[in-house]
Structures are given as structure tokens and as C-alpha cells.
């Protein structure tokens, strides 16, 4: 049975195991960035298709000690290239390292790419061609400080893009990563979830597809599909059994509304495109000036850090604003702030009930929780 290794953004590893569990993984080690598991071919191309927490799914291939590039070529020539991937596709080498000894990564690289080519000319007399932009096949070495691990990579492009979000705006935030934030709300289908600062949409439109079932990975192909072991029968019947569950687009309790009216152009657009038109009711509104919806759930927003000069001071005057506005207009609600700005919660003023650690890419960030009650916090003294 193969041995595979799926990625994750930093923090949502326990949520990732319990993910591929469920897509017949058998349990394997969670690591920072990630998780091993065991699984036959239809449970790679599950995970492929249903995860919504991964980033990428790994085929493990070999695994060796090494001091210098020529243990890499030697462990990557060892490997029968020819028997996993046909010559007319274009591959290419990425390489990973945590406290590598080795002075050039590039160079790993290039050692890789020379032994698939070698081995594949020694194999058919030719080797294939390298495609840095476009690649059928991608090749991932990832090296320790003394050890180097070949994969095949069964994803392909990154899984957090579904093909659903046509616009964006600045800095938006990665599909799994959004898809993690709202696993950790405890947020579920049918509850009421409000993005008061939507952006291009992305938390919405995750919750839209899970509220419908909608399998992620439904509109995009799979890099699996290049591969020499690919099974096109069982692949299909997966994708017909998750095509036929998905239910029809309708309106949810899904609110989302941004002071931008650039934002709101592009998140009502992705939810057009994605064929999810009328799904979720999208405003331009000012998150100081808007009334919630009748009916309490969560509220979860992704609000700027101030990495820009004078952001700081101005985040530092709409802290206080928000928690004001909180505890006004928002009592039985649930909220969610994910930032990395970690004056939040002193600012804002209300003290949050749960602290999670998370990264976006390498910056460190915190999703706080914060219950909002009706009246204060504080109990009455006793007289």
C-alpha cells in the first residue's frame, strides 16, 4: 500500500488527520506542516478530490542519508523513473530543506533532474523535457540535515485552488486555509456565518460548498492523472458518486459585506462563476454601521494587519470602534478574528475565550474567539 504525505497550512494538522480519515486514510504521523498516511489509490485520489484542509497530496517514493549532492543523484537515479511516468511528459524538480548542510538548493535540483534524465536515457534512449511553468509531473525533494526524501506529486497545481474564485483582491486569503478557520468556529451547515470584511468572498464561498456538498476539487484536474499508475475507471466512478450528491444551489444563511465596493464586485462575481448566484446575500457597508441578521450565529472576519506604514494607528482608533459595536449589536453571537496584529483582543477590548495558533504562508497569526453576551462580562458584587 502507498505511502503518502499531505500538506497543510501550519495549525491545521489535527483537522487534516481527522479529513483524510475520513477519506479511508489509514492514520499516519502529523508533523508541523503536515500529515503521513497509508491509503490504496482510490484514497489518494479522495483526498485529492474532497480534502478541503490540504494543500498538496505527496506520493512517497525513497528516503536515504547524504552528506554531499552526489548521495541525492544517486538515491534519485536508483528510483525506475521510466515505470512511473511516460517520456512525453514535461516534469520538473522542486526542493525543500530545513538545515540542509548543502550551500546550493538549485543545485539539488539540477542533481535530480540529471538522474531522472539519465535514467530514462539509459531506460528509452531519450529523456524527457523539463517545464518549469507547466509541468505534468512534478518531482518534490525535501531535505533535513542529513537525510533526503523523494515525492511524486499527486495534486498538481495546489488544492486550495478550486477553479471557483475568478476575482480577487489584494491579499486574499488561501481556500484551505479559509476552509480550516471555519472547521475550527465550529461552524456547520444550515448555522447563520457572517464576513462583515469579505474581501473577494473566499470564507463564503467555502461554506457555500460545504452547505451544498460540494466536493472541492470537482472543477480542477489532478496530477495524478499523468502518472503511469493511473486508474481512469475508478477515478471516474469517484467523481460521479461526489457529482451526484452535490445539491442544487439555493439560498443560505450566508451574509457577507465589505466597505469596498471593489470587494463586493468581485465576491458577487465568484459566487456568479462558481454558480452560486444568489446563494449568499453580498452588501457594501461599513462593519461599524451594519445591522447583523435576525438570527445569531458566527461571526468571522479576516481584518487587516496594518503592515503598512500608518495602518497601525489607524487600526489602534477602529480596535475600540469594533468592540463598541460588538457588544451592541451582537450578543448570542460567536465571533472570529483572524489576524496577526495581536493588539486585537486588548483593543477591542473583549477577551477572547480560545487563542489559536495558525500560520498564513510563514507569517505567524492568531484566530481568536471571542463569546459575545448580552450585558457585561463581569458578575455583580456582592453587597
Not at 539540477?110 to 539519465?118: S, T
Not at 497545481?157 to 483582491?169: C, E, H, I, K, M
Not at 470602534?321 to 495581536?342: C, E, H, I, M, N
Amino acid at each position: 500500500m502507498p505511502d503518502f504525505f499531505a500538506t497543510c497550512p501550519r495549525g491545521l494538522e489535527s483537522a487534516l488527520a481527522t479529513e483524510l480519515a475520513a477519506c479511508g486514510g489509514e492514520a499516519g504521523r502529523a508533523v508541523p506542516g503536515g500529515v503521513h498516511f497509508k491509503g490504496d489509490w482510490a484514497t489518494c485520489y479522495r483526498a485529492n478530490l474532497e480534502s478541503r484542509l490540504a494543500t498538496r497530496v505527496l506520493w512517497y517514493l525513497a528516503e536515504g542519508p547524504y552528506t554531499r549532492e552526489e548521495d541525492i543523484y544517486k538515491l534519485a537515479l536508483e528510483q525506475r523513473w521510466p515505470d512511473l511516468f511516460a517520456l512525453s511528459r514535461r516534469f520538473r524538480v522542486l526542493t525543500t530543506a530545513i538545515k540542509s548542510p548543502l550551500k546550493s538548493i538549485d543545485f539539488v535540483t539540477l542533481r535530480v533532474k540529471d538522474a531522472i534524465c539519465d535514467r530514462f536515457r539509459a531506460h528509452c534512449g531519450e529523456r524527457p523535457n523539463v517545464d518549469t511553468r507547466e509541468p505534468d509531473v512534478r518531482v518534490h525533494v525535501f531535505l533535513t540535515d542529513s537525510r533526503c526524501t523523494l515525492y511524486l506529486d499527486t495534486s498538481g497545481a495546489p488544492l486550495w485552488q478550486r477553479g471557483l474564485r475568478q476575482a480577487s483582491v489584494e491579499a486574499p486569503l488561501k481556500e484551505n486555509l479559509a476552509a480550516g478557520i471555519l472547521s475550527l468556529s465550529g461552524w456547520q451547515p444550515g448555522m447563520t456565518l457572517l464576513d462583515p470584511m469579505c474581501g473577494s468572498g473566499t470564507f463564503l464561498l467555502e461554506a457555500a460548498q460545504m452547505a451544498l456538498d460540494w466536493a472541492p476539487g470537482l472543477r480542477r484536474s489532478f496530477g495524478f492523472e499523468k502518472l503511469a499508475s493511473f486508474d481512469a475507471l475508478a477515478w471516474a466512478r469517484l467523481k460521479s458518486a461526489a457529482e451526484a450528491r452535490r445539491k442544487p444551489a439555493t439560498e443560505l444563511p450566508l451574509f457577507g459585506a465589505d466597505i469596498d465596493p471593489q470587494a463586493v464586485r468581485a465576491t458577487r462575481r465568484n459566487f456568479k462563476e462558481a454558480g452560486l448566484g444568489d446563494v449568499a446575500e453580498i452588501i457594501e457597508g461599513d462593519l461599524l454601521d451594519l445591522e447583523p441578521p435576525a438570527t445569531p450565529g458566527i461571526l468571522i472576519a479576516n481584518p487587516p494587519y496594518g503592515e503598512r506604514i500608518g495602518e497601525q494607528d489607524e487600526l489602534a482608533a477602529f480596535y475600540p470602534q469594533l468592540g463598541s459595536v460588538l457588544k451592541k449589536r451582537y450578543a448570542g453571537w460567536t465571533s472570529y478574528f483572524f489576524t496577526a496584529d495581536t493588539r486585537l483582543p486588548k483593543l477591542v477590548g473583549l477577551k477572547p475565550s480560545r487563542r489559536t495558533p495558525l500560520f498564513n504562508g510563514a507569517l505567524e497569526c492568531r484566530l481568536y474567539e471571542i463569546e459575545l453576551v448580552a450585558g457585561s462580562h463581569r458578575k455583580p458584587r456582592e453587597s
